[in-house]
């Protein structure tokens, strides 16, 4: 069984703190992604990763930064976390040049409230 | 640039009755696949089916359906004989070949009546 996991389910920060959100995954899978969702707006990609050390912006990188120095862990890092990133954030994971009928699997989210 | 489209943000079903989730897409390209994923309360995306722009049948997976209309750009989601356990968000996404990434929708709550 795929498994993807996320360090906190709900997490509650203050305006200005680092925010660090972590994801593993157990299946060497190549391909690691993180999303937000908000209400009304679906899932919108913040930053995808490749491989060990590469990243690719997606459609909402702002105030977002990623880390990715093992195969299996994938940080999000808010700098600087304001009000308007209040979300929930899914982590997901993929093989690389997998068919293409092959899921993203998803870790349980993380359910983030800036104060 | 790939667009799924999601028209109905809520949906109230009786129990046992059929239901049908819209999803359209837009896409140049002639391979892509496109998926649907529920979402309960708790959070975890669940993969539910797929199907391939080249495949010549709708995909079935249990009581899961797809109703797959090519020239329309439509890949519906029907699902028979709802339950209470029905009731989540459901989301429409596609991939097109050689991307990695998928697009989603905006997503439709789906809430089953007793």
């Known amino acids: 069984d795929v498994k993807v996991t996320q360090s906190s389910r709900y997490l509650v920060k203050r305006t200005g703190e680092k925010v660090f959100l972590e994801c593993v995954q157990d299946?060497?899978?190549?391909?690691m992604f993180w999303y937000r969702q908000d209400p009304g707006l679906g899932l919108r990609l913040i930053y995808f990763?490749?491989?060990?050390?590469?990243?690719e912006k997606g459609d909402i990188p702002e105030g977002y930064s990623v880390s990715r120095e093992k195969k299996e862990r994938f940080s999000l890092i808010l700098e600087s976390a304001s009000t308007n990133q209040t979300s929930m954030y899914l982590c997901?994971?993929?093989?690389?040049?997998?068919?293409?009928?092959?899921?993203?699997?998803f870790g349980p989210g993380t359910r983030l409230l800036v104060l | 640039a790939q667009k799924i489209t999601q028209t109905q943000p809520g949906m109230f079903v009786q129990e046992k009755e059929a239901v049908t989730l819209d999803c359209t897409y837009d896409?140049?390209?002639?391979?892509?696949?496109l998926f649907w994923y529920k979402q309960p309360s708790s959070g975890e995306m669940i993969f539910l089916i797929y199907q391939g722009s080249y495949d010549q049948q709708n995909a079935t997976e249990g009581r899961y359906s797809l109703n797959f209309q090519k020239a329309r750009k439509s890949a519906n989601l029907v699902i028979s004989a709802s339950q209470l356990g029905d009731s989540a968000m459901y989301f429409c996404a596609m991939r097109t070949i050689g991307n990695e990434k998928l697009t989603f929708g905006t997503g439709t709550r789906l809430t089953i009546i007793p």
């Open positions: 299946m060497d899978h190549e391909n």
């Open positions: 997901a994971s993929s093989p690389a040049r997998g068919r293409i009928q092959e899921t993203q699997y």
């Open positions: 896409t140049s390209d002639p391979s892509y696949g």
């Open positions: 990763s490749y491989d060990v050390k590469m990243k």
